[in-house]
Structures are given as structure tokens and as C-alpha cells.
T-cell receptor
């Protein structure tokens, strides 16, 4: 497809488990972002990649969260020792350049994580 | 204090009404401003950019007041299909992250 693809769309896990969420951005988009959206809240910035490197990871809440983008395309968000408070929709977005002046990020449909 | 503040609503208006949403931001160094729209259980999508000179797109008008650090969105002649959450978005001076407000929920009724 032409849009941002995220898998899984839904993930239910138990407290303390490890999860990986995958994002396949729009082909040719060099900038990739992860956001987290809790119920009733706006998306919260987690991390930004320009190419393979994390240019800004200031939004990661703690060291249980880590993200990679080894070949500058697909990215994986990794959460260790999950907690109930990690339950949210994890949104991935991409853009052709670091947004430029258009401000347009193309979001995937998200991965809904539920930690029991 | 959150960087972007919005009245969460909900705003319930009849078809044809005019409705206005407001938003304030805390970082005076912010460079760019946008409104995104998010339908229920869907991803956010860019609605329009916001400029100091005002920006109009059909029934939608966005306005920025840098001195007051205030952003607005006006929707005229509301349609049922306008029902959604409207997210106020501010891009910081770093140029990377877009900072989203909590969103304002709009329900347009017949």
C-alpha cells in the first residue's frame, strides 16, 4: 500500500512482558516519528529518526523504551518489562523531509497496546 | 503546564452552525502551527496550516496571534461530516517534534 503501515494493529500482553511494534513508512520518506496516544489525549511525541539515526529521542519516557531503524526504512519500537500504564495507541508517522514548512506528517493507523 | 492547551469540549452544534475552537501555546519560540483532524479510532490527518495573516480553506479559517500565543479555527456552515476531534499542533524551534494539544471534540447533529 501507499500509506504508513503498522503491525500489529492490536497487541494484548501481560505486565512484565516484552513487545515490539513495527512501522513501515511511506517509500522514500526519510523522516520517521513515533508518537503515543492515550485515551482522551493528543498524540505525545516519543522519538524522531532522520535516516537511520535517532535525531531526537527526548520523548521516550524511560529506558524501557527503545526504537531502531537500522536500514533507514522500517522502524521497530521496543518496550521492555511492560507496565499497565504503557497501554495506549502507538502511532508511527513519516514525512518526505523533516517536515519542512508544511507540517504534514502521514500517520499509520496505529498499534493498540493493552497491558493486563 | 502543557505546551499546547485546548478546550476538550465536546462541542455539540446543529448542522449549518458556525463553531470556533481556540488553543494557546506556551513556547514563544514556536515556529509553525497547524490544525489536524482525527476521526474516531483513526489516525490524525493535517487539516490546515496556520499563519499570522490568516488562512482560509473553504469553510475553514485558521488564525494565529503570536503576541497572545493563541491559535483559532473557525468552521462555517457545519456539516455532519465535520464531526471529529480537532487537534491544535505546534512545531517547536528544534524543527523536529510536532506537539499536539489534547484535541477538541466536535459533534454536528442533524
Amino acid at each position: 500500500g501507499a500509506g504508513v503501515s503498522q503491525t500489529p494493529s492490536n497487541k494484548v500482553t501481560e505486565k512484565g512482558k516484552y513487545v515490539e511494534l513495527r512501522c513501515d513508512p511511506i517509500s522514500g520518506h526519510t523522516a520517521l516519528y513515533w508518537y503515543r496516544q492515550s485515551l482522551g489525549q493528543g498524540p505525545e511525541f516519543l522519538i524522531y529518526f532522520q535516516g537511520t539515526g535517532a535525531a531526537d529521542d527526548s520523548g521516550l519516557p524511560n529506558d524501557r523504551f527503545f526504537a531502531v531503524r537500522p536500514e533507514g526504512s522500517v522502524s521497530t519500537l521496543k518496550i521492555q518489562r511492560t507496565e499497565r500504564g504503557d497501554s495506549a495507541v502507538y502511532l508511527c508517522a513519516s514525512s518526505l523531509t523533516p517536515q519542512g514548512n508544511t507540517g504534514e506528517l502521514f500517520f499509520g493507523e496505529g498499534s493498540r497496546l493493552t497491558v493486563l | 503546564r502543557k505546551e499546547v492547551e485546548q478546550d476538550p469540549g465536546p462541542f455539540n452544534v446543529p448542522e449549518g452552525a458556525t463553531v470556533a475552537f481556540n488553543c494557546t501555546y506556551s513556547n514563544s519560540a514556536s515556529q509553525s502551527f497547524f490544525w489536524y483532524r482525527q476521526d474516531c479510532r483513526k489516525e490524525p490527518k493535517l487539516l490546515m496550516s496556520v499563519y499570522s495573516s490568516g488562512n482560509e480553506d473553504g469553510r475553514f479559517t485558521a488564525q494565529l496571534n503570536r503576541a497572545s500565543q493563541y491559535i483559532s479555527l473557525l468552521i462555517r456552515d457545519s456539516k455532519l461530516s465535520d464531526s471529529a476531534t480537532y487537534l491544535c499542533v505546534v512545531k517547536g524551534h528544534s524543527g523536529y517534534a510536532l506537539n499536539f494539544g489534547k484535541g477538541t471534540s466536535l459533534l454536528v447533529t442533524p
